[in-house]
């Protein structure tokens, strides 16, 4: 029996405080998030309700256990072991009826927080074990997604989502997942990414795959910048056509800080960070995240390290995410909540990082200049 669509309790292993900014709680604002992954975003207990059909052993059999657990494993420091929680994640997410219940249930966690616009990302190749096909996989999960939005809508608010669909960097099926993308791209799918280990996998090895993409005009996000450094988000922007960064954030190890004062910082641009400013190519930055994969850590292990208000005060298109709303037990207004305490934002930073993730979506023009209004009327209204 699920609980009232669109108005549920976030999972609980998200018992924080409301996330307050200038006494406004954050889940009331129209938000969009483009960097989330869907094998990232289970509910604990639909992993131990989806593990006990498929007699799959977890460490923990209670939800807040099962929960906890996750963000543990999730704080070590390393993306490689930050990487091994989604065997499990993924293991539940073998069968039909598993991915469409894992995507609709993400659906109504994301309006649940106020996201009124959502890029689902995940990798079917990940999803085979079972014997569904690559097709198979995305339609279950539009299937899940679809049936999540109708709830939504059920419930008296409005949420729309679209797939992108990821190839793993360490495998070889990248061209058969772009051809997979770009079939399925007037049934949901919206554009295309590479994930898994970055550094030793540069985007050059999928060129092949990149340049189908390109010739049929499917646009196309990369992680880059995480867990390695700007040759890897070189090679995102120009091996891999990306017109969005997945993370992006070692990006600042081309801005060097020549002096600073009380009021102002004085910096110098490498090249490639020019042009990533200049042509107004979108961050997705996820705060927690990139402390817990060590993404930042030759700035800091804090969130006050971050290169996130270095790079927005300079004027970089800058987004905040989630990317993983269970191994960092957050979610997009806990993170907006986070920065503001860490950089003393306001409404209208928050505001600003909105707008620019409505821009930087892979919609139509016509669509995203809908989601601008949407969320400077939500603003407005507070
Ligand atoms: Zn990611």
Redesign the pocket.
């Known amino acids: 029996m699920s609980p009232e669509p669109g108005r549920q309790e976030p999972p609980s292993n998200l018992s924080h405080a409301a996330p307050l900014v200038d006494g406004v709680d954050v889940r009331t604002l129209p938000k969009v998030s483009l960097?989330d992954?869907l094998d990232g975003g289970l509910r604990p207990q639909t992993i131990i309700d989806l593990a006990d059909e498929i007699d799959l052993d977890l460490p923990e059999s209670d939800a807040d256990a099962l929960g906890a657990w996750f963000e543990k494993q999730s704080n070590s420091g390393s993306l490689v072991e930050y990487l091994k929680t989604f065997d499990i994640t993924t293991a539940v997410m073998q069968t039909h009826y598993g991915l469409a219940r894992v995507a609709r249930e993400f659906v109504l966690d994301l309006a649940a927080d106020g996201v009124v616009y959502g890029e689902v990302r995940w990798a079917p190749e990940q999803h085979l074990g079972r014997g569904l096909s690559l097709d198979d996989a995305v339609e279950a999960v539009q299937s899940g997604l679809e049936q999540g939005v109708a709830d939504v809508r059920n419930g008296g608010a409005d949420i729309r989502v679209g797939q992108l669909v990821t190839a793993m960097r360490h495998a070889d099926r990248a061209v058969e997942i772009a051809e997979l993308a770009v079939r399925h791209r007037d049934s949901g799918v919206v554009g295309f990414d590479i994930?898994g280990a970055e550094a030793g996998f540069p985007p050059a090895n999928h060129r092949i795959a990149f340049d189908y993409l390109a010739e049929n005009f499917l646009p196309v996000t990369v992680?880059a910048g995480e867990a390695d450094g700007l040759d890897s988000i070189r090679g995102a922007l120009f091996d891999g056509r990306a017109l969005r960064l997945?993370?992006g954030v070692r990006l600042a190890e081309d801005i060097t800080i020549e002096r600073q004062d009380d009021e102002n910082i004085y910096v110098s641009l490498g090249r490639l960070s020019q042009w990533v400013k200049d042509r107004e190519i979108t961050l997705e930055l996820?705060p927690s995240s990139n402390l817990q994969t060590g993404a930042i850590a030759a700035w800091g292990d804090e969130l006050v390290d971050h290169p996130f208000d270095l790079l927005y005060q300079l004027g970089f298109r800058v987004t905040v995410n989630t990317?993983n709303r269970l191994m960092s037990a957050t979610t997009i207004s806990r993170e907006l909540a986070l920065l503001a305490d860490a950089f003393g934002y306001d409404l209208d930073d928050l505001e600003t990082f909105q707008v620019n993730a409505a821009r930087a979506s892979f919609l139509p023009l016509e669509d995203r200049e809908d989601l601008v209004e949407t969320i400077a009327d939500g603003f407005d209204e507070v």
């Open positions: 960097h992954h994930a992680h997945g993370h996820s990317d």
